[in-house]
Protein backbone atom coordinates (compact mmCIF):
# COMPACT_ATOMS: atom_id res chain seq x y z
CA UNK A 1 0.00 0.00 0.00
CA UNK A 2 2.98 2.80 0.58
CA UNK A 3 4.71 1.91 -2.36
CA UNK A 4 1.50 1.95 -4.25
CA UNK A 5 0.78 5.61 -2.23
CA UNK A 6 4.86 6.48 -3.52
CA UNK A 7 4.10 5.68 -7.06
CA UNK A 8 0.84 8.03 -7.08
CA UNK A 9 2.68 11.01 -5.65
CA UNK A 10 5.44 10.14 -8.24
CA UNK A 11 3.19 10.22 -10.98
CA UNK A 12 0.92 13.36 -10.18
CA UNK A 13 4.52 15.60 -9.51
CA UNK A 14 5.72 14.70 -12.63
CA UNK A 15 2.58 15.53 -14.04
CA UNK A 16 2.26 18.86 -12.56
CA UNK A 17 6.23 19.00 -14.09
CA UNK A 18 4.68 18.58 -17.07
CA UNK A 19 1.98 20.83 -17.46
CA UNK A 20 4.11 23.68 -16.23
CA UNK A 21 6.39 22.29 -19.24
CA UNK A 22 9.37 22.40 -16.93
CA UNK A 23 10.23 18.76 -17.93
CA UNK A 24 10.85 19.88 -21.61
CA UNK A 25 13.11 22.85 -20.45
CA UNK A 26 15.10 20.28 -18.56
CA UNK A 27 15.47 18.42 -21.63
CA UNK A 28 16.30 21.39 -23.98
CA UNK A 29 18.96 22.08 -21.34
CA UNK A 30 20.35 19.03 -20.76
CA UNK A 31 20.39 18.62 -24.80
CA UNK A 32 19.15 15.30 -24.59
CA UNK A 33 17.48 13.51 -27.78
CA UNK A 34 14.24 11.67 -27.78
CA UNK A 35 16.68 8.26 -27.90
CA UNK A 36 18.96 9.32 -25.48
CA UNK A 37 15.88 9.54 -23.06
CA UNK A 38 13.97 6.48 -24.10
CA UNK A 39 17.09 4.13 -24.25
CA UNK A 40 17.88 5.91 -20.01
CA UNK A 41 14.36 4.95 -19.30
CA UNK A 42 14.63 1.66 -20.69
CA UNK A 43 18.03 0.76 -19.38
CA UNK A 44 17.39 1.98 -16.04
CA UNK A 45 13.84 0.16 -15.68
CA UNK A 46 15.62 -3.15 -16.88
CA UNK A 47 18.57 -2.35 -14.38
CA UNK A 48 15.77 -2.08 -11.74
CA UNK A 49 15.25 -5.84 -12.02
CA UNK A 50 19.49 -6.54 -11.18
CA UNK A 51 21.11 -6.90 -8.13
CA UNK A 52 24.21 -7.45 -6.64
CA UNK A 53 25.59 -8.60 -3.67
CA UNK A 54 28.74 -6.41 -2.62
CA UNK A 55 30.15 -8.41 0.66
CA UNK A 56 28.85 -9.10 3.85
CA UNK A 57 28.33 -7.23 7.44
CA UNK A 58 28.93 -8.73 10.66
CA UNK A 59 26.10 -8.36 13.07
CA UNK A 60 26.52 -8.88 16.91
CA UNK A 61 23.45 -9.18 18.90
CA UNK A 62 22.88 -7.56 22.13
CA UNK A 63 22.34 -10.92 24.08
CA UNK A 64 26.16 -11.97 24.29
CA UNK A 65 23.78 -15.32 23.89
CA UNK A 66 22.95 -15.33 20.57
CA UNK A 67 25.64 -15.94 18.05
CA UNK A 68 27.55 -13.52 15.69
CA UNK A 69 26.36 -13.86 12.13
CA UNK A 70 27.26 -12.35 8.75
CA UNK A 71 24.56 -9.96 6.80
CA UNK A 72 24.69 -9.53 3.11
CA UNK A 73 24.66 -6.62 2.00
CA UNK A 74 24.28 -5.11 -2.07
CA UNK A 75 22.74 -2.75 -4.67
CA UNK A 76 19.78 -2.64 -7.12
CA UNK A 77 21.77 -1.40 -9.99
CA UNK A 78 18.49 1.32 -11.60
CA UNK A 79 18.39 2.56 -7.82
CA UNK A 80 22.25 3.01 -7.43
CA UNK A 81 24.49 2.15 -10.29
CA UNK A 82 21.89 4.19 -12.91
CA UNK A 83 21.70 7.67 -10.90
CA UNK A 84 26.01 7.71 -10.70
CA UNK A 85 26.31 6.81 -14.45
CA UNK A 86 23.49 9.76 -15.19
CA UNK A 87 25.63 12.37 -13.20
CA UNK A 88 28.61 11.35 -15.04
CA UNK A 89 26.66 11.54 -18.35
CA UNK A 90 24.70 14.99 -17.79
CA UNK A 91 28.05 16.33 -16.51
CA UNK A 92 30.31 15.90 -19.56
CA UNK A 93 29.96 19.43 -20.49
CA UNK A 94 29.41 20.65 -16.88
CA UNK A 95 32.32 22.52 -15.00
CA UNK A 96 32.76 21.81 -11.23
CA UNK A 97 34.64 23.61 -8.31
CA UNK A 98 35.36 20.66 -5.55
CA UNK A 99 34.73 22.64 -2.37
CA UNK A 100 31.13 24.27 -3.34
CA UNK A 101 30.19 20.80 -4.88
CA UNK A 102 31.37 18.64 -1.85
CA UNK A 103 29.58 21.16 0.66
CA UNK A 104 26.27 21.46 -1.22
CA UNK A 105 26.65 17.52 -1.15
CA UNK A 106 27.57 17.66 2.60
CA UNK A 107 24.22 19.91 2.99
CA UNK A 108 21.59 17.80 1.00
CA UNK A 109 23.38 14.88 3.33
CA UNK A 110 22.50 17.04 6.66
CA UNK A 111 19.00 17.50 5.83
CA UNK A 112 18.52 14.07 4.17
CA UNK A 113 19.75 11.65 7.46
CA UNK A 114 17.11 13.02 10.23
CA UNK A 115 14.68 12.73 7.37
CA UNK A 116 15.25 9.44 6.69
CA UNK A 117 13.10 6.73 8.72
CA UNK A 118 14.18 2.98 9.14
CA UNK A 119 11.15 0.59 8.36
CA UNK A 120 10.74 -2.75 9.26
CA UNK A 121 8.34 -3.78 5.94
CA UNK A 122 10.38 -1.61 3.57
CA UNK A 123 14.11 -0.36 5.05
CA UNK A 124 14.70 2.97 4.94
CA UNK A 125 12.54 5.00 3.85
CA UNK A 126 13.57 8.86 2.62
CA UNK A 127 11.22 11.80 2.77
CA UNK A 128 12.18 13.99 -0.05
CA UNK A 129 11.08 17.45 -0.12
CA UNK A 130 14.23 18.58 2.36
CA UNK A 131 17.17 16.84 -0.52
CA UNK A 132 15.09 18.12 -3.27
CA UNK A 133 14.08 21.63 -2.09
CA UNK A 134 18.05 22.20 -0.89
CA UNK A 135 19.81 20.57 -4.34
CA UNK A 136 17.42 22.90 -6.38
CA UNK A 137 18.30 26.04 -4.20
CA UNK A 138 22.08 25.04 -4.15
CA UNK A 139 22.13 24.46 -7.88
CA UNK A 140 20.78 27.32 -8.42
CA UNK A 141 23.10 29.23 -6.05
CA UNK A 142 26.68 27.82 -6.89
CA UNK A 143 25.74 26.10 -10.52
CA UNK A 144 25.75 28.93 -12.87
CA UNK A 145 24.51 27.60 -15.96
CA UNK A 146 24.97 23.97 -15.12
CA UNK A 147 22.58 24.66 -11.69
CA UNK A 148 20.89 21.45 -13.36
CA UNK A 149 23.47 19.21 -13.07
CA UNK A 150 24.55 20.85 -9.92
CA UNK A 151 21.14 19.92 -8.50
CA UNK A 152 20.38 16.58 -9.70
CA UNK A 153 24.67 15.54 -8.77
CA UNK A 154 23.82 17.14 -5.21
CA UNK A 155 20.65 14.93 -4.58
CA UNK A 156 21.86 12.05 -5.85
CA UNK A 157 25.15 11.88 -3.69
CA UNK A 158 23.63 13.75 -0.76
CA UNK A 159 20.55 11.23 -0.49
CA UNK A 160 22.86 7.66 -1.08
CA UNK A 161 25.48 9.07 1.51
CA UNK A 162 22.78 10.71 4.21
CA UNK A 163 19.64 8.32 3.33
CA UNK A 164 21.59 4.60 2.87
CA UNK A 165 25.06 4.39 3.50
CA UNK A 166 24.70 6.38 6.79
CA UNK A 167 22.13 4.67 8.04
CA UNK A 168 23.77 1.16 7.69
CA UNK A 169 24.16 0.22 11.47
CA UNK A 170 20.41 0.52 11.61
CA UNK A 171 19.61 -1.39 8.19
CA UNK A 172 22.02 -4.06 9.60
CA UNK A 173 20.12 -3.92 12.87
CA UNK A 174 16.86 -4.58 11.35
CA UNK A 175 17.21 -6.85 8.05
CA UNK A 176 19.68 -9.06 10.75
CA UNK A 177 16.13 -9.82 12.76
CA UNK A 178 14.49 -10.66 9.30
CA UNK A 179 17.47 -12.19 8.56
CA UNK A 180 17.34 -10.44 4.86
CA UNK A 181 19.99 -8.78 3.18
CA UNK A 182 20.82 -5.41 2.89
CA UNK A 183 20.09 -3.20 -0.45
CA UNK A 184 20.78 0.15 -1.79
CA UNK A 185 18.49 1.21 -4.13
CA UNK A 186 16.03 -1.24 -3.56
CA UNK A 187 13.13 0.98 -5.03
CA UNK A 188 15.27 0.85 -8.36
CA UNK A 189 13.70 3.63 -10.85
CA UNK A 190 10.70 4.51 -7.82
CA UNK A 191 13.82 5.10 -5.17
CA UNK A 192 15.12 8.01 -3.37
CA UNK A 193 18.17 8.20 -4.55
CA UNK A 194 16.96 7.75 -8.18
CA UNK A 195 13.94 10.18 -7.68
CA UNK A 196 15.89 12.97 -6.05
CA UNK A 197 17.74 13.73 -8.90
CA UNK A 198 15.19 14.12 -11.52
CA UNK A 199 12.94 16.05 -8.73
CA UNK A 200 15.82 18.85 -7.41
CA UNK A 201 16.43 18.93 -11.88
CA UNK A 202 12.77 19.97 -12.34
CA UNK A 203 12.53 21.98 -9.15
CA UNK A 204 15.11 24.09 -9.80
CA UNK A 205 13.57 24.82 -13.20
CA UNK A 206 10.91 25.40 -12.03
CA UNK A 207 11.67 28.23 -9.61
CA UNK A 208 13.44 29.60 -12.81
CA UNK A 209 10.10 29.24 -15.06
CA UNK A 210 7.95 31.01 -12.54
CA UNK A 211 10.22 33.79 -11.76
CA UNK A 212 11.41 32.45 -7.90
CA UNK A 213 14.51 32.56 -8.95
CA UNK A 214 16.47 34.65 -11.77
CA UNK A 215 18.89 33.39 -13.24
Known amino acids: MQQNLRYLIAFLIFLIFFQMGVIERVIIQLGLTQPEIAIGMGVATVAS ?3 LQLGTMEFTPANSEQPSR ?24 ASFEFFPMALLILAVTAVVYPLTRIERQVGAVVYLFGAVVVAAVGGLALG ?43 G ?25 WQT
Open 70 to 93: EVAIGFNFGGTLIPLFFILYFSRH
Open 49 to 51: LVA
Open 188 to 212: GVMDAIFLSGLLAMMTAEAFVLTGL
Open 144 to 186: GEHYLVWAYTCAVLGTLIGGDLLHLPQLKQLVARSKGPILIGA
